[in-house]
């Protein structure tokens, strides 16, 4: 499919005493990168022959520092390109955009960088205008494997407090719309045997295992515990789980067609 990549990176903290200060300035301006990315939309539908619909998605790209985001994020857009290796150290955003029966779709990849120490970055995307359209690709480093179980908790952790927020806000100001929202996330376990045991989130969650190839310096024990564990986090959060190798094909495939279906509307990604 034909892909376009745009970026532009928010503002990073140098110091926890102006910390405060940054953030405000991060929100004033929140707008002004709303604008830039309508702007930069309005130009593609303007140059596009498409008569139809335009839908938009909003992609959250979380995790820890180095787990390979940004990777990620290039293998989908650009999967034959050479990788750029430098570290996002702040909020970065890329946009994808493919055409389907005359409904042209416009994917917006937000990376939060480091690790996700900010989770304030998390305000610029998921506002409760985009709720209804996010999706939440949180990596981990499988080449770690004594810190991945604490850090996609507290990754989930952190993006549960930032949609607890937005769920308020739709709640005062549009029902229907949250009505419809928590509908569609009970409908993911409707008749399931654990309905009332599982706790899924406001918006999907697709938990990517990265470096699988690391893992086979692992003994087997210890790679099917992780793997399990892994496996019953995103059960319970009602999340998709993939892992991915840069070193693999397959996996890779796998990857960029469960990013065609949150992107694009093509296929399920459970």
Known sequence: HHTTMSRDHAPSSSSASNSEDIWSKIL?????TSANQASATSTETENSSSSGNTIHQQVIFVGDASSGKSTLIQTFI?????????????????????????????????????????????????TKQTLSSSTIVLTC????????VVSVLRS????????????SELQATNVLQLNELKESVAAQFKGHVDANRVKPTEVPIVIVGNKFDAMRAMPMGERRLLI???????????????????????TKDIYRNVMNAVCFNAGNIK
């Open 78 to 126: 650009k999967p034959n390109a050479a990788k750029d290796s430098k570290p996002t150290v702040s909020l970065d955003y890329n946009f994808a955009r493919k055409t389907v029966n005359n409904t042209k779709y416009v994917a917006n990849l937000w990376e939060v960088g480091g690790d996700f120490l900010e989770p304030k970055y998390l305000e610029i995307p998921i």
């Open 141 to 148: 480093d499988l080449s770690k494997p004594h810190n991945v």
């Open 28 to 32: 004033r301006e929140k707008s002004v």
């Open 156 to 167: 989930i952790s952190a993006i549960r407090e930032i949609l607890k927020r937005r769920v």
């Open 228 to 250: 399990q564990t892994l496996r019953f986090i995103a059960h319970y959060f009602g999340a998709a789980l993939l892992t991915v190798s840069s070193n693999d094909s397959v």
